[in-house]
C-alpha cells in the first residue's frame, strides 16, 4: 500500500484526483475520511470551518469504473 502526499487545496470545486475515495483536512484541522469526494461539500472556500485546505486521493481504495 502506497502512501499519498497530502495536496493544498485551491477552493475551486473538487479536484480531478479527489472523485474516489479521499482524505480530507479542514479548516478547523479535523481530518476526515470520505468514500468519494462528491458526497462532500466545502470544495469551494467560503471562509469557514468545513472549507477543504488539504485532500490526499486513496488509490489503495479506488474501485475500477467500467
Same mark, same amino acid.
Given at each position: 500500500?502506497?502512501?499519498?502526499?497530502?495536496?493544498?487545496?485551491?477552493?475551486? #470545486?473538487?479536484?480531478?484526483?479527489?472523485?474516489?475515495?479521499?482524505? &480530507? %483536512?479542514?479548516?478547523?484541522?479535523?481530518?476526515?475520511?470520505? !468514500? +468519494? #469526494?462528491?458526497?462532500?461539500?466545502?470544495?469551494?472556500?467560503?471562509? &469557514? %470551518?468545513?472549507?477543504?485546505?488539504?485532500?490526499?486521493?486513496? !488509490? +489503495?481504495?479506488?474501485?475500477?469504473?467500467?
Amino acid at each position: 500500500m502506497s502512501r499519498q502526499r497530502w495536496k493544498r487545496h485551491t477552493g475551486r #470545486g473538487i479536484p480531478d484526483d479527489a472523485h474516489g475515495p479521499v482524505d &480530507v %483536512e479542514f479548516r478547523d484541522g479535523d481530518i476526515a475520511s470520505y !468514500p +468519494d #469526494g462528491e458526497s462532500l461539500g466545502g470544495w469551494s472556500h467560503e471562509g &469557514v %470551518e468545513y472549507d477543504v485546505l488539504m485532500y490526499r486521493p486513496r !488509490p +489503495d481504495r479506488i474501485a475500477a469504473h467500467g
